[in-house]
């Protein structure tokens, strides 16, 4: 059976060279990759302010994207945006590459540092960390002073800006494992982990927008999905000024019995 | 110097009973209040789909208020929402009474438990403690199966769930002071704090909208705002869809010198 | 290209039914299962004791797995048995279902419970969710006093075992996610998801040898490998009583550069 | 109604200028404050021995406090001597300024840290930290190695000692915010605070003994005191060598119903 | 060569069975036992307050002990009232009996809860156990509603309620070992643990004083004693109010070179 | 009466040594001290893999150490391979080094650190931290560089490097408390303690061995063993290719009453 992954990408810069980052795991399973922007916000994701400003807009994608029949959902950002929320909406999984990569690193080593755009998401990222229950294995954020909207101007230089990261997150911070803490970072992972190796260091790099995907994978093979009690459906009311697909997703109570 | 404290209400229903609740501080400090409520968004927060709607809109009155000479704001909500974002763009304090009532509940005693709303809420609430590092000291979260817009249908009712709910956290799970976990709750802290009293147990209840705008004042009188280390501004760039006020707050890099 | 995954059962029984739990997923990216159990040991593992004498086999195995060009190694019972150990001394990945559960267990909801065999490995399972960092999401571990060897004996009368706990750690105890934690619970992980759907409880059910298999799969796609930094290579030095196929993994060094 | 603020400073040295420190508050809400030294101890507060040694002489004030008629108290030393003991003997509240500072800092930013005089205090207060419970959130403490009876002899240099270990806490350390941590810092936070903006630094910096005097009538103005279940009444007995105002407070019990 | 470990009871009531309670080990290594109570202060510890004023005794018996060339001083209470002012002003072993007890629990189990008098000193004793780092391990601490000086009235009476706390400890908690939380339950540490026993729970019962002396022993055969890099000697300064024997304790400074 | 406590050491390699290291203890308390090495395994022990190859014969050693009626057993390595196991299948206490001296370290001041061989022990050593509850207490752990085969050779070299490392650990790590982490680090703890005094550093240096032998002299006094609810005794099954002697310890369960 065809299983159909969509990614909502939360800014509204186009993205053509997503699905790039993913094609070759097209092959897997009757895998199919469809990938939307936003409508409405920033054209980037850099501090709690546009994170806000992009959430309304994933929701609405995420709705859309149940309605479409997608099997599950990747936001495609690291910061994570609206993904409780859309997890309340929705019955499909919905993956974050923050909180996913920061899961498989646990499984790969005992500590592991992300290295990232700007000094403005090392507290948000932190704080991600507390809630996801991993923050006692994150060596460090580590970043490399590059705006997200200026990486792919020159995708060398990021890749080893993001290398020379790496070597201090592992030397200096005790990291075992490091992950590319964007998705704009794209088709660099196994450049970078081709570097560490050469530094003597061959430690796994995690590309964000591939493992989530293949995390969503997991999850719909195994037929797994977020527990409602943990994201509880929202009761249906009056919003203004958002027109948002209704709502169906079942309410749930811990006490029923 | 009159000091003007702007109560930010994130939904769309008129509160025009908020101001009563804080209208006896007035006397203090020359202190001055308005409130408004936002213009889209739902009517009221109950789950992370709430917050996400309402998010922008909290946002655009923040920028509003600074610009309207506001010298602190209060986001009239438990769930805090926008409340990290809202510190990125304006330099006066801002203050969420779920941050600020944990934080005054660690100052009178050793355990607290939050009574509240729903179920649907007590996830958002702990991961809330999570992030403002007060897990370890929160007893419990005990709600009373009551929507937010229901409250003020019997509010007598409310106060006496309220309080069989306090007692059992007091009891059952050791907390020492009771924070009353919905700013919908008007006029009802003495009443259970008498309640609780007449049970033998004389602990603090918290008024989370009073509380948080007495916050508000200590930190003017100190002349103490957000760190823009933990809140770094946003940069300017192109938003779609939304009309925001300018940013007019200045970036700030630790790694300047 | 077909993926050849190792199931390392270790303990003597013979396990003719492991294949069977995963056999489904043999369509998937042209998977290959392999399953053996070890030579030496006991015949279930409910104990340190029975860990120490099931480990070597496990090695014997992990060793002869990499020669007979496995890509990836389960090891086949939820007290992850030598898990660590194996990780040093191949390149391939390798599984537990103990660790590789309750990852996955905090990507589907915020608190998990372990339902299992005896008293007697609850520190055990308890002390791994403190060395893998998620023992704050543990809500806690249940047991339905029945030993390993007798599981197969009535597999309905364990699934109704079964269900009865996890009701009781979703209401008592506030877990939002089930793992089913021995992987000896063959065929039941649908049915007990589907006794808490007709409870009104409809939570994730986490079946531990189909998850790690997934897991593997996971990992294998994406190219990632544990880390030799977190599990170093052990020097090749003589060792009397055992007969180990040689070590054959580089050793690596932080401090290197 | 007014309201009168003692404070304790747990020291036999005399200390005219502390009341200059505070003086601008007092046309708040009608404060009032007067400042006494204890009788029996040492002549600074730099260890354990020290803290002991003024702890009796400070209960014995705060019991005369109480019957003075005092609102509130302040006990004027960063290493808050004797403060778990005064919130058993009095019912109006009793403010530390290492406790409020550190709760009021984790309100204005992620991390703190806390500048002070002697390596001697930082294991003391670093135990406090663990105690409150924001232990997480304490960046660092440094000193200046400085004893407090050296500090009024140059004021300058102390706070140009204080604005460099400031800078080195926020640039190595990650600290987003400055506490003061000593109550003898008088009159320098805001040269701090400026000399911090200079570097391109604008963070806050918390002066210890206006924070908790703002802290004390916050919570006045809220009604709020102290939890007598985490404060428990002691029960009256005879006692040997100490001539204590007797003490009043009713004990409570939380098991009574 | 002969020990001479002082026991330094922290109230003024005459304690003459004490010695009877350790007698037995003298025969090890030629241990010499005095033990002397404290001059000022109150006739038992069960509060911060009580704490307080018995802490300036403790100090003043702890430098007569090492100017009498006592090898190790154990302070009397479980409460450890001055523990680490005593550490900081003589440079023989001072145990006290919380701390000590706490961590031979950890060393016996995984789990321990502490059995003792009243409700009012069970958040002193949790903050120490933070403080101490056990407060993870720590299961519960449970109270028989028994002040100190009734402990001797009917002590059969007493060792009945512990027997009924610890099996609760036990079965509702969790505890794998059980603490007597106060040094004046005398001669029932085996009672107890019989009955535990004919309970069917054969779990270890702590002795304060005798695992004290014990634990004090063992560091004076170690020729080990307190950090003072943890515990550093305070400056000599004026005291007023206090004769305490003349401070000898050299300073210590970890950044001398 | 007289006191047996037999050291099993880990590995095949002679340790003719051992004994010389505790003699002097052996006048206290009529102790007698036997040591065996185990008959299959590695030469030492430096990874998880040499300790999965060691744990069976240290518990073949373990069963016939109580047959043969020593009173206590001591695992002669760092890596405490098997102690969890050990302490399931005898009565007797069960110490082993790594457990023993952090627990003491603890008692002794605020933060210890480890100095030790090899890099590939420092992730092993701080899991086990996480299990003993005492990682927060942790500074660090530092190496040498050195394998444990290579130990002997230079034992003067290996005190100064040590010595090299526990000044940093003091002076960078902020350790207070050193501990030598190998137990074949014979002879050098006093020359260690002896090099930091003449550095200004007159911290404690806990010797593995010893440590260990006195505490468990402590437990044997104390009357004190293992909770057979922590370390539960395996049922009797079949076990293919170990001969053991036979288990007799009795099961217990919390559940009977």
New interface residues.
């Given amino acids: 059976m065809s299983k159909h992954v969509r990614i909502i990408t939360p800014h509204?810069t186009p993205a053509p060279k997503k699905l790039l980052e993913v094609e070759d795991?097209i092959?897997?399973?009757d895998l199919e990759f469809t990938q939307v922007n936003i409508?409405?916000?920033?054209?980037?994701i850099?501090?709690?302010?546009?994170?806000?400003?992009c959430?309304?807009?994933?929701?609405a994608r995420a709705l859309q994207a149940e309605e479409d029949g997608a099997h599950a959902i990747i936001i495609d950002c690291f910061g994570d945006p609206?993904l409780?929320?859309a997890r309340?909406?929705v019955s499909i999984p919905v993956?974050g590459p923050g909180?996913?990569t920061m899961?498989?690193a646990?499984?790969?080593?005992?500590?592991f540092s992300v290295v990232t755009v700007l000094?403005?998401v090392v507290?948000?990222l932190?704080?991600h960390a507390?809630?996801?229950?991993?923050h006692?294995?994150l060596a460090s954020i580590r970043v490399i002073n590059t705006?997200v909207?200026s990486i792919s101007h020159d995708i060398n230089e990021v890749a080893t800006k993001l290398t020379e990261q790496a070597?201090l997150a592992?030397?200096q911070d005790?990291a075992?494992?490091i992950i590319l803490g964007c998705t704009g970072f794209l088709g660099v992972s196994?450049v970078i982990e081709s570097n560490l190796k050469k530094?003597?260091?061959?430690?796994?790099v995690?590309?964000p927008l591939?493992?989530s995907v293949?995390?969503a994978?997991?999850?719909l093979?195994?037929g797994?999905?977020?527990?409602?009690?943990?994201?509880?459906p929202?009761?249906r009311?009056?919003?203004?000024?958002?027109t948002m697909p209704s709502?169906a997703k079942k309410s749930?109570?811990?006490?029923?019995?």
């Fill in positions: 509204v795991l092959g897997l399973a409508e409405t916000g920033p054209i980037s850099e501090s709690e302010f546009d994170d806000v400003l959430a309304p807009g994933v929701l609206a409780h929320a309340e909406i993956l909180e996913t899961r498989v646990t499984l790969l080593g005992h500590r000094d403005s507290s948000i932190e704080n507390k809630i996801y229950g991993v006692d294995q705006p909207r070597v592992i030397r005790r075992d494992v196994e530094e003597g260091l061959p430690v796994p995690i590309n591939r493992t293949m995390a994978v997991m999850m093979q195994l797994l999905s977020h527990s409602p009690l943990s994201y509880q929202p009761s009311k009056p919003i203004t000024g958002y709502l749930v109570n811990r006490d029923r019995l």
